[in-house]
């Protein structure tokens, strides 16, 4: 086994590892922290500036619904966040332990990936940005 081979594994540790303390920060601050009541989470700027919902619009929402045991709100919220999440994680593991692939495959994946942004984008604001069942629900002020 050579010196590559051998930090391979260490550098996945490490990824993995960085990736739960992220997740636990974040998970940590949204049961404290309500997005709603508080300044300190960033608003979507592309809703600010143009008042169309962004596909990442309602993000957080979603993910404290998630946190609450409330998977409707959460697919309420972002649909694509929730759905769309989990199938990229599980992409990305089976390509990364895939010895040898195609790199054609993760090219249709990418093309399928933006279709299904672009047409969430869409869904979101049509017929109206406020009317739209894919728009996520208001926040209560």
Not at 11 to 19: N, S
Not at 57 to 67: F, P, Q, Y
Not at 81 to 108: A, E, H, K, M, W
């Amino acid at each position: 086994m050579n010196e590559n081979q051998k930090s391979k594994p260490l550098l996945l540790i490490a990824i993995v590892a960085t990736l739960v303390v992220c997740a636990a920060t974040g998970i940590m601050l949204l049961q404290t922290i309500q997005p709603e009541n508080s300044s300190w989470f960033p608003k979507c700027q592309f809703y600010q500036a143009t008042g169309i919902h962004c596909p990442g619009c309602g993000a957080t929402r979603a993910v404290l619904a998630l946190l609450h045991g409330d998977v409707l709100l959460a697919l309420r919220n972002n649909a694509l966040l929730i759905l769309g999440g989990p199938l990229l994680v599980i992409y990305i593991v089976r390509q990364n332990r895939r010895p040898n692939f195609d790199p054609r495959s993760t090219l249709r994946v990418v093309l399928i990936m933006v279709t299904v942004f672009v047409l969430f984008f869409a869904a979101r604001n049509i017929p109206s940005p406020k009317s739209s069942p894919f728009a996520p629900v208001p926040t209560a002020k």
